[in-house]
């Protein structure tokens, strides 16, 4: 896959899905990685020098520094899940394509991830709990 290079983000993102594919994911989170990938490569085509339109970004330009302006811009107007969601995808997505040697590594440590918020305990319920006594 060597020659995938300067391939087009978007063909590479539904290579990534077709092979998401076999995990079986939800239509959900099938939809879900695809907004978060096209969301954040929209951003990174704006921000590129010169800005391109979608379909003309290439993988090579995906740098580390584009794609920290892309997620700084992405995270701007969303929740922390929802931010630390993209960045998996965008982890597994870069993970995919090292893995078929289109890159030679994941700009995604690069990139900062929001932490995830601490769970709060749940509160017992049913007959025999303090709260019922």
Do not use: C
């Not at 879900?32 to 339109?53: G, Q």
């Not at 811009?73 to 997505?93: E, K, L, Y």
């Not at 991830?113 to 019922?132: N, Q």
Request: aromatic content about 6%.
């Amino acid at each position: 896959m060597h020659d995938k290079r300067d391939e087009a983000v978007q063909v590479l993102i539904e290579e990534f899905l077709t092979s998401r594919a076999t995990r079986k994911p939800s239509p959900h989170t099938q939809a879900a990685y695809r907004r978060d990938l096209v969301a954040v490569a929209a951003l990174a085509a704006e921000l590129a020098t010169p800005p391109l339109p979608l379909d003309a970004l290439s993988i090579e330009a995906l740098s580390p520094r584009l794609m920290r302006a892309a997620f700084a811009r992405f995270a701007a107007d969303r929740a922390a899940a929802s931010v630390g969601r993209a960045w998996s995808t965008w982890n597994g997505f870069f993970s995919f394509l090292v893995a078929e040697q289109v890159v030679a590594g994941n700009p995604m440590p690069a990139v900062g991830r929001p932490r995830a918020p601490l769970p709060v305990p749940k509160p017992l319920r049913g007959e025999d709990t303090p709260e019922r006594l």
